[in-house]
C-alpha cells in the first residue's frame, strides 16, 4: 500500500525495483483475460483492500493488497522491553520517576539539558597573526585560527590549547585539529540523481509483460 506519510516528500525506485514491480503486478494478472487490444486502467480498491484492473470493455481483474506482503500492524506497545496493558484500546504511558520507566515531562527534560550545557566549555574562535603570535598559554574552549597558504574556505590552521594530566609533571601545548577545508565528497549532490525519462519506463514495461507472457527459452 502507498505510504501516505506527509513528511516523506519522495520515494524512489530504481529500474530494478521498478521492473520488479510490474512484473510482479503483470504475474498477477497472468490467469486473467486479458486483451492486448484493450486498454486498461488501475484504481485503489480500499474498501475491499485490493487493486482493480478495468478494461475498456468493463471487465476487472484485482490483486489483494495481502499479496503484496503482510500490512505493519500495532499489536502492543512496550517500555524497554516491558508490555504496557492496553484498556478500552487506551494505552497509558506513566511519568518516568526514579524507579519507573515512562514519559519525561518538559521540565524535567530542559533541567537535564541546562544541566548538561552547564558542564561544557564554551567554544569560541580567535584568529591570530601566525603559530609563532599563539598566546604563550592557551585558554581551554578556545579555537586558534592561524593562517595557512591555502585559498578560500580554507586558509586557515586550527589549533587547541591541551593539558595531559597522565603525565608528571603534566604537559601542555597546542595540538592542531585541523584546517577549515570542507569535504564535501562523501555527499549526495544533485547531479547524482538521474530521473528515468518516459522513454526509459515503457521499456522497462515492455521487458516486464515480456518476461511474464512471451518468455524466451535460452
Known amino acids: 500500500m502507498a505510504n501516505d506519510n506527509p513528511t516523506v516528500r519522495y520515494q524512489l525506485l530504481n529500474k530494478d525495483e521498478l521492473m520488479y514491480m510490474v512484473q510482479y503486478i503483470f504475474l498477477k494478472l497472468k490467469g486473467s483475460p486479458l486483451n492486448v487490444n484493450s486498454t486498461y486502467t488501475i484504481s485503489r480498491d480500499d474498501v475491499n483492500e485490493r487493486i482493480v ?76 597573526a601566525s603559530y609563532s603570535d599563539l598566546p604563550v598559554t592557551g585558554e581551554n574552549g578556545v579555537i586558534y585560527l592561524v593562517p595557512n597558504s591555502g585559498t578560500v574556505p580554507n586558509i ?39 530521473l528515468l525519462t518516459n522513454a526509459e519506463v515503457t521499456d522497462i514495461v515492455d521487458d516486464a509483460y515480456d518476461a511474464v507472457f512471451n518468455p524466451t527459452t535460452p
Request: hydrophobic share 30%; charged share 20%.
Open 53 to 128: 484492473l478495468t478494461d475498456d470493455q468493463g471487465a476487472t481483474s484485482y490483486i489483494s493488497y495481502s499479496d503484496f506482503g503482510e500490512e505493519n500492524v500495532l499489536e502492543g506497545v512496550q517500555i524497554d522491553g516491558t508490555d504496557l496493558s492496553i484498556t478500552n484500546k487506551k494505552v497509558n504511558i506513566p511519568v518516568a520517576g526514579a524507579s519507573v520507566k515512562g514519559v519525561i515531562t518538559t521540565t524535567t527534560v530542559n533541567t537535564m539539558i541546562q544541566t548538561a550545557l552547564s558542564n561544557f566549555e564554551r567554544i569560541s574562535f580567535e584568529k591570530v
Open 156 to 194: 586557515y590552521d586550527e589549533y587547541i590549547w591541551y593539558t595531559d594530566s597522565s603525565t608528571t609533571p603534566a604537559t601542555q601545548g597546542y595540538e592542531k585539529i585541523g584546517t577549515t577545508a570542507i569535504d564535501l565528497s562523501g555527499y549526495v549532490q544533485h547531479t547524482d540523481i538521474y
